[in-house]
């Protein structure tokens, strides 16, 4: 007899992977707010067939709602427990299932958003199934707490996120499992900036020569700032706005940027550099503005133990699991730097995540699945 029943549930993949399909179906890019609250309606449903209590928390800034979901257990709600955080937000604009539709190509399945991270949250909720339908108790209560804008840096759902897992004693985060299935113990510090540089402007045919153009010392910045990139501190710009008339001289311009460094302190320093950065035209303006930050969540002892616990459970399934630091912040940034115990990458294996190659890899989702049972039923 295994130390942990959990494992030897009778999970499904094909019935696992089904609801994983309708999940990616429901498009939900996070800058559409209806289209998250669509998905968080699915989700909801599905957690409250299973008997949580739903709370349903507005979302603010213009961006989606959030989902609480409680479920009964004999020590009540104030009780610290466990707290399953996921977001339902994806990087993936509406009509992307055009090119990217659902299907199944041997071991893999694609979708938009079917690995970061309707995947694992698909699996957590699996677990909650069968761990009810078996008749298993948690020592601890369990709480889904479902976010909206994870992909943008959670800006508008920080504090909630905060407050919930505050209130518990573990944090499992199903994010997708790194390459070689290994899970998270920690994440590196993330920093986003929005740049605006301001010209002046004139006619582009007539009077060429009279503008200041936005664009052209904004495209200086862009290489100068990820020219700034190295080993301690990553620079890159994503997005980037200018222009209105292609026989105007730009006005303006905007740009968003992006920094990573495995320590605090590097990041620090490269704030420091993107504040301090100056227009190269005496006529153009720079303006840098920080945007949201995640900080550097190191590993420690606590989150080793919860680590350990999962990597004895992995075992006694089948396969292993090694502790890894990883880039891509996560909302496991928060929590793990507010020394909660956190464990995060619980989620599936797969690849290409934020691409039009998104997929999951279908043989990981039992074990995975057993996986988040294993730990929802033996932490204590």
């Not at 999940?23 to 707010?33: G, L, Y």
């Not at 994010?175 to 010209?199: H, L, M, Q, S, W």
């Not at 303006?252 to 990041?267: G, H, I, P, V, W």
Request: charged share 20%; hydrophobic share 40%; net charge negative.
């Amino acid at each position: 007899m295994t130390d942990f029943p959990a494992t030897a549930l009778p999970f499904d993949g094909e019935e696992i992977l089904a609801r994983l399909m309708r999940w990616s179906a429901c498009e939900s890019p996070t800058f559409d707010a209806a289209a998250v609250n669509r998905m968080m309606d699915i989700a909801a449903r599905d957690l409250a067939l299973l008997g949580a209590r739903i709370d349903r928390i507005p979302g603010r800034m213009g961006l989606g709602d959030c989902v609480r979901a409680r479920f009964p257990h004999p020590a009540g709600d104030a009780a610290p427990g466990i707290l399953v955080m996921a977001h339902l937000d994806t990087v993936h604009p509406i009509g992307t299932l055009e090119k990217l539709p659902i299907r199944r190509e041997g071991n893999k399945c694609y979708g938009p958003g079917i690995q970061d991270m309707k995947g694992g949250t698909v699996l957590a909720v699996e677990a909650m199934r069968q761990i009810l339908a078996a008749g298993m108790a948690t020592h601890l209560p369990v709480t889904f707490l479902l976010t909206s804008d994870e992909e943008i840096g959670s800006p508008s759902t920080r504090d909630i996120i905060e407050a919930e897992a505050s209130r518990n004693r573990f944090v499992l985060v199903p994010e997708p499992a790194r390459p070689d299935g290994g899970v998270v113990t920690g994440r590196y510090a993330i920093a986003r900036f929005n740049i605006k540089t301001t010209g002046r402007p004139s006619h582009a045919g007539a009077r060429l020569a009279e503008g200041r153009s936005a664009i052209r010392e904004m495209a200086r910045q862009i290489v100068a700032i990820e020219d700034m990139t190295t080993e301690d501190c990553t620079f890159s710009v994503g997005v980037i706005h200018g222009g209105q008339w292609v026989n105007c001289v730009s006005t303006t311009c905007e740009a968003e940027s992006l920094s990573m460094a495995k320590r605090q302190e590097d990041l620090d320093a490269g704030v420091q550099k993107m504040l301090a950065l100056r227009s190269n035209a005496n006529d153009v303006s720079l303006e840098v503005t920080r945007g949201v930050t995640r900080p550097v969540w190191e590993a420690d002892a606590k989150g080793m133990a919860l680590f350990d616990q999962a990597r004895k459970i992995a075992n006694a399934i089948g396969f292993d699991i090694n502790p890894q630091s990883a880039g891509g912040g996560s909302d496991g940034n928060f929590t793990g730097a507010m020394g909660l115990t956190t464990l995060d990458g619980l989620g599936v294996q797969g690849a290409l995540a934020h691409t039009l190659e998104e997929h999951v890899l279908i043989d990981s989702l039992v074990p995975r699945a057993k996986l988040l049972a294993g730990l929802m039923t033996t932490l204590a």
